[in-house]
């Protein structure tokens, strides 16, 4: 079984991810990088930007497609799981 499920055609959140994201306020594209334990430095060489772009990005409410699919296949997941939509 994947670190996401589907079932019925939702998908599910790991309890970490959603503890990070709305216990702590972090956004869901870190929670997921700390989830998984990977550093900003090794997303941002995996996506192709510098370490402070990334954090920028990370930060950001709203992520381009792209962002999302490059994002979501660094971590194994689905890029569903990064946004609130």
């Known amino acids: 079984m994947g670190i996401w499920t589907l079932t019925n055609d939702e ?14 306020g972090k956004s869901l594209l870190c929670a997921w990088r700390e989830y ?3 550093s900003p430095d090794e ?10 772009e990334y954090l920028q990005t ?6 381009s497609s792209y962002i999302l699919k490059k994002a979501a296949d660094l971590l194994g997941t689905d ?7």
């Open 58 to 63: 990370e930060n950001k409410k709203i992520l």
């Open 79 to 85: 890029s569903r799981l990064l946004t609130e939509d």
């Open 36 to 38: 998984k334990g990977i």
């Open 43 to 52: 997303m941002a060489e995996g996506m192709g930007m510098t370490r402070d």
């Open 11 to 24: 998908l599910t959140l790991p309890n970490k991810v959603v503890g990070l994201h709305i216990l702590e």
